[in-house]
């Protein structure tokens, strides 16, 4: 299957830094990312899409200033969590999808536990 | 606005079969994916549905109808270790960005 690496696996950062979560594609072209959000006990909520070369398309109620994202190559996009605060701590989650592959999509990457104190 | 439902919680005895059901109400299908997701990690991929009718991989299965908007996760030969949350999720159609929308998950678990 297609491989998402994701990194950093966790990572603890002070109230009102930021953090930047990497997302490639290993062995594909991946078109399209998508980054989702975990908290506790509940399923994946889409955060936003990313296309390669063009704006992220971000799904109602999250903040575009606030969770910028880059998908500058066709292997890689980024999260960056802006001024972040305790109630940004979450599993953060991405997935790829490349040109013509109805299956990538269903690959994920490793997630990110962000820590916010 | 998109409807995906599935039980919270199941349990079952190791060797046993247990059946997960989902049902979806979207705007849109372009197929339904079943994954496994373990406490800290991130979801894996066991099945994708598109077409009406049964998928068979190993110890687990995935059934589709799209009239009834409805389907199924299907686990034999329990094992502990597939102790999880089950999450079904729904493809919308390209002109909604392929997004996929997912359930809130089914924890499953299995006793000895």
């Known amino acids: 299957g297609a491989v998402v690496s994701q990194h950093p696996s966790w990572v603890i950062c002070k109230s009102g830094t930021s953090v930047k979560i990497e997302c490639r594609s290993l062995d594909f072209q991946a078109t399209t990312m998508f980054w989702y959000r975990q908290f506790p006990k509940q399923s994946l909520m889409l955060m936003a899409t990313?296309?390669?070369?063009?704006?992220?398309?971000?799904e109602q109620g999250v903040e575009k200033d606030k969770f910028l994202i880059n998908h500058a190559s066709l292997t890689l996009s980024t999260l960056t969590v802006t001024s972040a605060h305790p109630e940004d701590s979450s599993f953060y989650i991405c997935?790829?999808?490349?040109?013509?592959?109805?299956?990538?999509?269903?690959?994920f990457g490793q997630g990110t536990r962000l820590t916010v104190v | 606005g998109q409807n995906i439902d599935q039980p919270t919680e199941m349990t079952a005895t190791e060797g046993a079969i247990v059946q997960i059901n989902c049902t979806y109400q979207?705007?849109?299908?372009?197929?339904l994916f079943w994954y496994q997701q373990h406490a800290g990690e991130a979801p894996t991929f066991l099945s994708y549905n598109v077409l009406d009718g049964l998928e068979e991989k190993g110890r687990f299965s995935s059934f589709l109808s799209r009239s009834k908007g409805y389907s199924y996760l299907l686990l034999k030969e329990l094992q502990m270790k597939d102790s999880a949350s089950y999450l079904c999720?729904?493809?919308?159609?390209?002109?909604?960005?392929?997004?996929?929308?997912f359930g809130g998950g089914t924890r499953v678990l299995v006793k000895p």
């Open positions: 979207t705007s849109g299908f372009n197929g």
């Open positions: 997935s790829a999808r490349g040109r013509d592959r109805v299956d990538t999509e269903a690959f």
């Open positions: 990313s296309n390669e070369g063009s704006k992220a398309t971000y």
């Open positions: 999720a729904v493809r919308l159609f390209k002109a909604a960005g392929n997004k996929l929308t």
